[in-house]
């Protein structure tokens, strides 16, 4: 049985390359990880920047080499607003060439977890707000953190925001909620560790890359077999003090992390 993250690029790696297994399907990755560690699952597909991030707090997952796929992570832009999604991927390229995206990876994807603050947003919005599609799950690409929306993804937006006169405004759901999301205009990009498909370029228009990943195997490893008591335990712990202390169901990721992994 193997583990996949409900409208993401994993369903069709797992019927390529895992033919005779058995998809089980999250919406999130806090339940499929609970499900990993419960045996419910045998392994799981994860894009491999966010699998670094878990392991870096301690969790017991191991990779099964080699990795599955290579993905280029992009912005998605309806197709009408071309011009608009043109204008980010030119900042972008701007951005690597004069090493500002560097920066900002070496800071999102670093282990000094003090250092990961969003600059306050200094820009004027002369040209209007845009809503960013985003799912706060996929960190370090976006996450909660303080009660408060961070991420590589949202630094990296804000920035681009100020130089093209926009303010940029998150706006968390589900992953496969993202892009019917932007079919209906209800946000005007979307992303969160979002791989540039085939599939999905024939109703979205990407921008140039914001970063450069791929996608592996994960099983769980170690020493982490626990009763079923110890487990229950420790899961209502995690989930009092995500209800009770931080007051916001979307903090389930943190508190899961914290307790579980």
């Known amino acids: 049985k193997l583990g996949i993250l409900t409208g993401s690029m994993f369903d069709a790696i797992a019927k390529k390359n895992f033919r005779q297994s058995i998809p089980v399907y999250f919406n999130n990755f806090p339940d499929m990880l609970i499900s990993l560690y419960q045996g419910k699952i045998d392994a799981l597909i994860l894009d491999e920047p966010v699998l670094k991030t878990m392991k870096r707090q301690g969790n017991e997952l191991a990779v099964i080499p080699p990795s599955l796929a290579d993905c280029n992570y992009a912005w998605g832009f309806k197709v009408e607003n071309k011009q ?33 603050v969003l600059p306050e947003k200094l820009g004027e919005n002369r040209n209007g707000v845009l809503n960013f599609g985003i799912y706060s799950g996929s960190m370090p690409f976006v996450y909660i953190k303080d009660n ?14 100020k130089i093209l006169g926009y303010e940029i405004v998150p706006v968390d759901m589900d992953f496969m909620g993202e892009i019917p999301a932007l079919m209906s205009e209800k946000v ?11 599939e999905r370029q024939k109703t979205v228009y990407f921008t140039e890359p914001v970063y450069d990943g791929s996608v592996v195997l994960v099983i769980n490893t170690g020493d982490i077999v626990q009763t079923k008591s110890t487990f229950l335990s ?3 712990k995690g989930f009092q003090r995500t209800f009770l202390d931080e007051n916001r169901y979307k903090l389930i990721m943190n508190g899961l992390q914290i307790t579980i992994l």
């Open 188 to 198: 005007d990009f979307v992303g969160s560790a979002m791989s540039i498909t085939s």
């Open 148 to 161: 408060k929306l961070v991420g590589y993804e949202l630094d990296l937006a804000d920035r681009i925001g």
């Open 234 to 236: 420790q899961t209502k």
């Open 84 to 116: 608009l999604a043109d204008a980010f991927s030119e900042t972008i390229k701007s951005m690597k060439n004069n090493g500002t995206l560097k920066q900002i990876d070496d800071l999102w994807f670093g282990e000094d977890e003090s250092k990961k």
